[in-house]
T-cell receptor, first 114, second 113 residues
Framework: KNQVEQSPQSLIILEGKNCTLQCNYTVSPFSNLRWYKQDTGRGPVSLTI?????NTKSNGRYTATLDADTKQSSLHITASQLSDSASYIC?????????????FGRGTQLTVWP | EADIYQTPRYLVIGTGKKITLECSQTMGHDKMYWYQQDPGMELHLIHY???????EKGDLSSESTVSRIRTEHFPLTLESARPSHTSQYLCASSDGRGTGELFFGEGSRLTVL
């Protein structure tokens, strides 16, 4: 069964600190992996999209890594800010159908305290 | 910022009422989607469309229906709302090229009493 598992489920850090969120997947075949940020009561916003040939991708203070061999990805947030408080969702796309089906994780709820 | 809009943002209605959640995008995307999201849970695809007059049911069974008469418009309708329909509904669109990045609307939070 294709799955996307994220850890931790929730995380609290102090402003200015770094943190790393994890995503493990069993989706096969694999096309790409995406990280989204979802503020409370809002729609998800794309942070990064990585294909199997990309090991790392940055978007400002967000850096995503991908190990397609072990089927693991991480999202590293540097120098956290209060506005980083949100749910971070890992999404994996397969290439096994014309739909390019998406598999969603349940997200990691990050809270940044002042 | 994505040009995809959902209305209403919040809706509280009684059981048995008919409701329509509106979704419009100005990006000219052919592919549009409706997802359902409950707190702490993953998004579930309930409907999608690959273009005008094309609609398909998604992975999660839903009593809602959709239509795609115009490229930019993808409304979702519940003929008779029930408390089990209480949820967050997210509309998204994609141009379908390359990695097919999804652009989401702000969501419609539906509460059925």
């Amino acid at each position: 069964k294709n799955q996307v598992e994220q850890s931790p489920q929730s995380l609290i850090i102090l402003e200015g600190k770094n943190c790393t969120l994890q995503c493990n997947y069993t989706v096969s075949p694999f096309s790409n992996l995406r990280w989204y940020k979802q503020d409370t009561g809002r729609g998800p916003v794309s942070l990064t999209i990585m294909t199997f040939s990309e090991n790392t991708k940055s978007n400002g203070r967000y850096t995503a890594t991908l190990d397609a061999d072990t089927k693991q990805s991480s999202l590293h947030i540097t120098a956290s800010q209060l506005s980083d408080s949100a749910s971070y969702i890992c999404v994996v796309s397969d290439r096994g159908s014309t739909l390019g089906r998406l598999y969603f994780g349940r997200g990691t709820q990050l809270t940044v305290w002042p | 910022e994505a040009d995809i809009y959902q209305t209403p943002r919040y809706l509280v209605i009684g059981t048995g009422k008919k409701i329509t959640l509106e979704c419009s995008q100005t990006m000219g995307h052919d592919k549009m989607y409706w997802y359902q999201q409950d707190p702490g849970m993953e998004l579930h695809l309930i409907h999608y469309s690959y273009g005008v007059n094309s609609t398909e049911k998604g992975d999660l069974s839903s009593e809602s229906t959709v239509s795609r008469i115009r490229t930019e418009h993808f409304p979702l309708t519940l003929e008779s709302a029930r408390p089990s329909h209480t949820s967050q509904y997210l509309c998204a669109s994609s141009d379908g090229r390359g990695t097919g990045e999804l652009f989401f609307g702000e969501g419609s939070r539906l509460t059925v009493l």
